[in-house]
């Protein structure tokens, strides 16, 4: 019985690359979504919510519940589930709505 | 490259959306068919990213051989895919035909609009998955089961090691077992209603042996992997501080009140939850198609013998007529692609063949109402909200919050709540919380779906779609 489910689907990954998460470096595989890369990497969440600041990660995995809304290479509230990492990629949790670097 | 008017558009690119365009691609209308994901498949046949080098992605699928038959036949067509295309709108133009806006890229943010032309519309847009707010379930780690389906089927990936899997509705046991084969422990599967109500529906399980024969196989499954399932029990609260670390299983009575005492409670770092489908209409409702309500109080576009919705010349096939699984997707595409050639003038193929898919449909379509009405939240599921549960994800809104204003100020309806709490106002349009708002606001109505923007778009892409491209008969992009 597999144990992991690149072993269920018989995956044989290209070559991994490094992206990094609040400034730490992270190895992630071609094709996988930021979702996946952080889930892969034991990151489960990526957001502090606006008003209690609570955690969040992947809740619905479709792009339809915009829990998941990340800051990548500085572009706020990209949605992790939908959206493919590259080589080099800088992903930051994402404060509130993401537009912090706007206050006054 | 897109150009000049198509006969056909389709949006969505799952089971229904293939077969639509398939068909309608065999039967020589030329199709343009639209999905938010690169590859088709929707979320049913949701494949790993090809950087992945999945040699058997059909381990994670069932049926893949229908799959497979229908990317052939999608091939041989005049169909032009267009993936990452995300339709925020359907719009009826001035010489009757129908213009489809898209934004594209991964999630839409290459802020490039998008606008296909089209004599007829095919509205296969799938369905996402109810949810019911219980304490706790905004905890890291806890994940609608069809998420983390998709995850896994997507990404390769896993929410955690041990994953109790929750709700209600035959996509669990699916999770279940599909978790379970990926390495994942799964201790148990909780479901808030019985499989006995399928029994109260002896005609829908005796015309569809299939089904017997899938819910076998399920069954099989958990078995193998020892699992247990637990009906008529809900996880009525999911305990952690940064993470989930354990959930409470309560026994429901048969309106789905959790019995006091009865809670267990169950170790796992996480939890997959999801109480049914819900159809993807709001395309369909913005253009005013008439709905029907479903045996689990969902709405879902009325449909016609051939597949038309209220509104000539857009159709429906699949979960956006009612939740019904992948099987009869593929009829009712089909048989919707027929009707649309017929429609335009071209030979819909033979008259057996529409009649054999349209017996076929109604005795899909009668276990359909079954599971749906097996399934059903029952009304005492709001016994498990606590006043400080978030209702509202997006907004923050607790169920407190949304009580207090139907109590105090006199909400008698899911639009009132919104407008006094923001509850549903937020990122997902009520996409979440819709299913609670309704019950907590005690309308009965299930919740509406209108959504004149399907998808979020930036004031560029909106300014981008200037007017004058509307006049257009071809309208280029790369």
């Given at each position: 019985?597999?144990?992991?489910?690149?072993?269920?689907?018989?995956?044989?990954?290209?070559?991994?690359?490094?992206?990094?998460?609040?400034?730490?470096?992270?190895?992630?595989?071609?094709?996988?979504?930021?979702?996946?890369?952080?889930?892969?990497?034991?990151?489960?969440?990526?957001?502090?919510?606006?008003?209690?600041?609570?955690?969040?990660?992947?809740?619905?995995?479709?792009?339809?519940?915009?829990?998941?809304?990340?800051?990548?290479?500085?572009?706020?509230?990209?949605?992790?589930?939908?959206?493919?990492?590259?080589?080099?990629?800088?992903?930051?949790?994402?404060?509130?709505?993401?537009?912090?670097?706007?206050?006054? | 490259m897109v150009t000049g008017v198509f006969d056909l558009v389709v949006v969505?690119?799952?089971?229904?959306?293939?077969?639509?365009a398939?068909?309608a691609g065999?039967?020589g209308l030329r199709v343009a068919l639209l999905?938010?994901?690169?590859?088709?498949?929707?979320?049913?046949?949701?494949?790993?990213?090809?950087?992945?080098?999945?040699?058997?992605?059909?381990?994670?699928?069932?049926?893949?051989?229908?799959?497979?038959?229908?990317?052939?036949?999608?091939?041989?067509?005049r169909v032009e895919?267009l993936?990452?295309?995300?339709v925020?709108?359907v719009e009826r133009g001035a010489d009757g035909d129908w213009a489809v806006h898209a934004?594209?890229?991964?999630?839409?943010?290459?802020?490039?609009?998008v606008r296909v032309r089209a004599r007829a519309v095919l509205?296969?847009?799938?369905?996402?998955?109810?949810?019911?707010?219980?304490?706790?379930?905004?905890?890291?780690?806890?994940?609608?089961?069809?998420?983390?389906?998709?995850?896994?089927?997507?990404?390769?990936?896993?929410?955690?090691?041990?994953?109790?899997?929750?709700?209600?509705?035959?996509?669990?046991?699916?999770?279940?077992?599909?978790?379970?084969?990926?390495?994942?422990?799964?201790?148990?599967?909780?479901?808030?209603?019985?499989?006995?109500?399928?029994?109260?529906?002896?005609?829908?399980?005796?015309?569809?042996?299939?089904?017997?024969?899938?819910?076998?196989?399920?069954?099989?499954?958990?078995?193998?992997?020892?699992?247990?399932?637990?009906?008529?029990?809900?996880?009525?609260?999911?305990?952690?501080?940064?993470?989930?670390?354990?959930?409470?299983?309560?026994?429901?009575?048969?309106?789905?009140?959790?019995?006091?005492?009865?809670?267990?409670?169950?170790?796992?770092?996480?939890?997959?939850?999801?109480?049914?489908?819900?159809?993807?209409?709001?395309?369909?409702?913005?253009?005013?198609?008439?709905?029907?309500?479903?045996?689990?109080?969902?709405?879902?576009?009325?449909?016609?013998?051939?597949?038309?919705?209220?509104?000539?010349g857009v159709?429906?096939?699949?979960?956006?007529?009612?939740?019904?699984?992948?099987?009869?997707?593929?009829?009712?595409?089909?048989?919707?692609?027929?009707?649309i050639a017929?429609r335009l003038g071209r030979?819909?193929?033979?008259?057996?063949?529409?009649?054999?898919?349209?017996?076929?449909?109604?005795?899909?379509?009668?276990?359909?109402?079954?599971?749906?009405?097996?399934?059903?939240?029952?009304?005492?599921?709001?016994?498990?909200?606590?006043?400080?549960?978030?209702?509202?994800?997006?907004?923050?809104?607790?169920?407190?919050?949304?009580?207090?204003?139907?109590?105090?100020?006199?909400?008698?309806?899911?639009?009132?709540?919104?407008?006094?709490?923001?509850?549903?106002?937020?990122?997902?349009?009520?996409?979440?919380?819709?299913?609670?708002?309704?019950?907590?606001?005690?309308?009965?109505?299930?919740?509406?779906?209108?959504?004149?923007?399907?998808?979020?778009?930036?004031?560029?892409?909106?300014?981008?779609?200037?007017?004058e491209d509307a006049s257009e008969p071809s309208q280029s992009q790369?």
């Amino acid at each position: 019985m597999a144990r992991t489910p690149g072993e269920l689907a018989g995956a044989r990954p290209g070559p991994a690359f490094e992206i990094t998460v609040d400034g730490r470096a992270v190895s992630a595989l071609p094709g996988q979504t930021v979702a996946a890369a952080l889930w892969a990497a034991g990151v489960l969440t990526w957001r502090t919510t606006r008003g209690g600041g609570r955690p969040r990660g992947v809740f619905c995995g479709i792009g339809q519940c915009f829990d998941c809304l990340v800051t990548v290479n500085g572009v706020a509230n990209r949605r992790a589930c939908l959206v493919a990492v590259g080589p080099g990629d800088e992903v930051r949790t994402q404060e509130g709505e993401g537009r912090g670097e706007l206050a006054v | 490259m897109v150009t000049g008017v198509f006969d056909l558009v389709v949006v969505g690119a799952g089971p229904a959306g293939l077969a639509g365009a398939g068909t309608a691609g065999e039967l020589g209308l030329r199709v343009a068919l639209l999905d938010m994901a690169e590859h088709v498949g929707g979320q049913f046949y949701r494949q790993p990213a090809a950087g992945l080098g999945a040699a058997r992605p059909e381990a994670l699928h069932h049926d893949w051989d229908a799959f497979v038959a229908l990317r052939k036949r999608l091939a041989a067509g005049r169909v032009e895919h267009l993936g990452r295309h995300h339709v925020w709108a359907v719009e009826r133009g001035a010489d009757g035909d129908w213009a489809v806006h898209a934004v594209v890229g991964d999630d839409g943010g290459d802020g490039r609009p998008v606008r296909v032309r089209a004599r007829a519309v095919l509205l296969a847009a799938g369905a996402y998955e109810r949810q019911l707010p219980f304490p706790g379930w905004t905890l890291p780690g806890v994940v609608g089961a069809g998420g983390a389906q998709a995850m896994l089927k997507g990404g390769l990936v896993l929410p955690g090691k041990r994953v109790v899997v929750a709700g209600s509705g035959p996509l669990l046991l699916a999770v279940a077992s599909s978790l379970a084969s990926a390495g994942a422990e799964v201790p148990a599967v909780i479901e808030a209603s019985g499989y006995l109500g399928y029994a109260r529906h002896p005609r829908a399980l005796a015309v569809n042996p299939r089904k017997l024969a899938e819910g076998l196989t399920h069954g099989a499954a958990l078995l193998r992997h020892r699992i247990a399932l637990r009906t008529r029990s809900a996880v009525t609260e999911a305990h952690g501080s940064e993470r989930v670390e354990a959930v409470t299983v309560s026994r429901l009575d048969a309106r789905w009140r959790p019995v006091p005492g009865s809670g267990r409670r169950i170790a796992c770092d996480a939890l997959a939850v999801g109480h049914g489908l819900v159809p993807g209409i709001e395309l369909g409702t913005t253009l005013g198609c008439g709905t029907r309500t479903t045996a689990d109080n969902t709405l879902a576009l009325h449909l016609g013998s051939g597949q038309e919705t209220s509104v000539r010349g857009v159709w429906g096939a699949g979960e956006v007529g009612g939740v019904a699984g992948a099987q009869l997707a593929c009829i009712e595409g089909e048989l919707a692609a027929r009707s649309i050639a017929a429609r335009l003038g071209r030979d819909p193929g033979p008259e057996g063949r529409v009649r054999q898919l349209s017996s076929r449909r109604t005795r899909l379509r009668t276990f359909a109402e079954a599971m749906a009405a097996t399934h059903a939240p029952g009304p005492g599921w709001t016994g498990w909200l606590c006043d400080d549960t978030e209702v509202c994800r997006c907004e923050e809104v607790t169920a407190g919050r949304v009580r207090e204003a139907v109590a105090d100020q006199g909400a008698r309806d899911a639009r009132t709540v919104k407008l006094f709490t923001r509850a549903g106002m937020g990122w997902c349009q009520g996409r979440m919380c819709g299913a609670a708002v309704s019950c907590l606001a005690g309308d009965g109505q299930p919740p509406a779906q209108r959504r004149p923007l399907a998808v979020p778009l930036t004031l560029g892409a909106l300014a981008g779609q200037g007017p004058e491209d509307a006049s257009e008969p071809s309208q280029s992009q790369t």
